[in-house]
C-alpha cells in the first residue's frame, strides 16, 4: 500500500526536528515494496530537506539483493533456476541475503541533520547493534577493514547503504533466527572464509518480536529520535 508521505510529513511540521517516523509492518514485506517506500521518502525529503527522516523495521520474503557493482561471481547458483528474487539495488556491497526471522531496519534521513560523513553513518549503524546485542548480554564485534558486525567470529549482521545529496536509503539486517541455508548459495558480502551466524544460535528461543524493540531503542537512542509510530499496510 502506498505511503501518502506529502501529508505525513505536513501534519509533522509541527514536531521537533529530532521527531522520524517508525514503521513496523506486521506481515512480510516484499523488497520491491520496501524499497519503494524508501525511495518515496528521499524524494520527499530531497524537496523538504529538514522533513522527519523515516525508519522502517521489516522482515523480507527470501530474496538476495546486490549492491552497485556487486560482482556476480559471489553468486554461486545459476542465474536462470534460482530459488529466489534478485534484485541489484541502489546500496554499496556485494551481496546479502533477506528471508524470514532476519531483522531489517531502513532509514531514510538527511546527514545534514546529523554529520556530513558517511563513514560515521555506519560506524553508527554498527554501534546500534552493538548496543542490541549488547542488552541480549552478547558482545558484538566489529573487525577493522569491513563494515557489519561478528559474533564470536560469526558474521551475524550486514550493513549496506546508498546515498543521494546526504540523503540515506538502505541499512541493516539483523539474522536472529533465520534459516541460514540460502547463505551458502552466494558469497556473503564478498567475504570468502567469513562463516554467518544468527543470533538464535547463542540464545536459544530468541525471536525477531524480541529483537524488535530493543532494536527501536537502540536507534532512538544513536540518533536522537522522537518516534512518531505509523502503521502501514503491505
Given at each position: 500500500?502506498?505511503?501518502?508521505?506529502?501529508?505525513?510529513?505536513?501534519?509533522?511540521?509541527?514536531?521537533?526536528?529530532?521527531?522520524?517516523?517508525?514503521?513496523?509492518?506486521?506481515?512480510?514485506?516484499?523488497?520491491?515494496?520496501?524499497?519503494?517506500w524508501q525511495r518515496e521518502w528521499r524524494?520527499?525529503?530531497?524537496?523538504?530537506?529538514?522533513?522527519?527522516?523515516?525508519?522502517?523495521?521489516?522482515?523480507?520474503?527470501?530474496?538476495?539483493?546486490?549492491?552497485?557493482?556487486?560482482?556476480?561471481?559471489?553468486?554461486?547458483?545459476?542465474?536462470?533456476?534460482?530459488?529466489?528474487?534478485?534484485?541489484?539495488?541502489?546500496?554499496?556491497?556485494?551481496?546479502?541475503?533477506?528471508?524470514?526471522?532476519?531483522?531489517?531496519?531502513?532509514?531514510?534521513?538527511?546527514?545534514?541533520?546529523?554529520?556530513?560523513?558517511?563513514?560515521?553513518?555506519?560506524?553508527?549503524?554498527?554501534?546500534?547493534?552493538?548496543?542490541?546485542?549488547?542488552?541480549?548480554?552478547?558482545?558484538?564485534?566489529?573487525?577493522?577493514?569491513?563494515?557489519?558486525?561478528?559474533?564470536?567470529?560469526?558474521?551475524?549482521?550486514?550493513?549496506?547503504?546508498?546515498?543521494?545529496?546526504?540523503?540515506?536509503?538502505?541499512?541493516?539486517?539483523?539474522?536472529?533466527?533465520?534459516?541460514?541455508?540460502?547463505?551458502?548459495?552466494?558469497?556473503?558480502?564478498?567475504?570468502?572464509?567469513?562463516?554467518?551466524?544468527?543470533?538464535?544460535?547463542?540464545?536459544?528461543?530468541?525471536?525477531?518480536?524480541?529483537?524488535?524493540?530493543?532494536?527501536?531503542?537502540?536507534?532512538?537512542?544513536?540518533?536522537?529520535?522522537?518516534?512518531?509510530?505509523?502503521?502501514?499496510?503491505?
Amino acid at each position: 500500500m502506498p505511503i501518502d508521505i506529502g501529508k505525513l510529513v505536513k501534519t509533522s511540521s509541527s514536531a521537533k526536528s529530532s521527531s522520524a517516523f517508525l514503521f513496523e509492518p506486521e506481515d512480510l514485506v516484499p523488497f520491491e515494496m520496501a524499497w519503494a517506500w524508501q525511495r518515496e521518502w528521499r524524494e520527499a525529503l530531497l524537496l523538504e530537506p529538514f522533513s522527519p527522516p523515516a525508519t522502517w523495521l521489516v522482515q523480507h520474503p527470501s530474496c538476495y539483493t546486490l549492491g552497485r557493482g556487486a560482482d556476480e561471481t559471489n553468486l554461486l547458483f545459476d542465474l536462470n533456476q534460482r530459488n529466489f528474487d534478485l534484485y541489484r539495488i541502489d546500496r554499496g556491497g556485494e551481496v546479502t541475503h533477506h528471508l524470514p526471522g532476519q531483522l531489517v531496519v531502513y532509514q531514510v534521513l538527511n546527514l545534514h541533520c546529523f554529520r556530513l560523513d558517511l563513514n560515521w553513518y555506519l560506524r553508527q549503524l554498527e554501534q546500534v547493534l552493538i548496543d542490541v546485542l549488547g542488552a541480549l548480554g552478547l558482545r558484538g564485534e566489529r573487525i577493522p577493514g569491513y563494515t557489519g558486525l561478528w559474533l564470536e567470529g560469526r558474521k551475524v549482521a550486514a550493513i549496506g547503504v546508498g546515498c543521494r545529496r546526504w540523503i540515506t536509503q538502505h541499512g541493516l539486517a539483523l539474522n536472529v533466527d533465520c534459516d541460514l541455508a540460502g547463505f551458502d548459495e552466494i558469497v556473503p558480502c564478498g567475504l570468502r572464509g567469513k562463516p554467518i551466524g544468527r543470533l538464535v544460535d547463542w540464545l536459544p528461543g530468541l525471536t525477531v518480536a524480541d529483537v524488535q524493540p530493543l532494536m527501536i531503542n537502540s536507534l532512538a537512542d544513536r540518533f536522537s529520535f522522537l518516534w512518531i509510530r505509523q502503521k502501514i499496510e503491505s
